[in-house]
């Protein structure tokens, strides 16, 4: 699986933002995809995540009500939209594949494929 992330920008505060994620390879029978974030020194952390049917999804509690995840399968893009963006949102964000776990994962390890990250830079 290969994925290109895109779609960062500087932005202020209250502004919104879509991310895209667009994927190639998919192997038989789908694969979760989940937007993580990395923040200068400190260490990456869970956003937003969704199952390959859509039945499972997952938001990390600082952006839940904020951000919203979507695929679009024809296109083969996931989507991570983003709005009422706050300084602390400031990061590069990765879009990650796991296509081992029967269950969505909110954690680093059991996801094998990474996008290249885009900047988000949110002003005060």
């Known amino acids: 699986v290969q994925l290109q992330a895109s779609g960062g920008g500087w932005v202020q505060t209250g502004d919104s933002l879509r991310l895209s994620c667009a994927s190639s390879?998919?192997?038989?029978?789908?694969?979760?995809v989940s937007w993580f974030r990395q923040a200068p020194g400190k260490e990456r952390e869970f956003v937003a995540g969704?199952?390959?049917?859509?039945?499972?999804?997952l938001y990390a509690d600082s952006v839940e009500g904020r951000f919203t995840i979507s695929r679009d399968y024809g296109k083969s893009t996931q989507y991570l939209d983003m709005k009422d963006l706050k300084p602390e949102d400031t990061a590069v964000y990765y879009c990650?594949?796991?296509?081992?776990?029967?269950?969505?994962?909110?954690?680093?390890?059991?996801?094998?494929?990474w996008g290249q990250g885009t900047l988000v830079t949110v002003s005060s």
């Open positions: 990650a594949a796991d296509i081992k776990s029967p269950t969505l994962s909110s954690y680093v390890y059991p996801y094998e494929y």
């Open positions: 969704s199952s390959w049917s859509g039945a499972q999804i």
């Open positions: 390879g998919r192997p038989v029978g789908g694969y979760a």
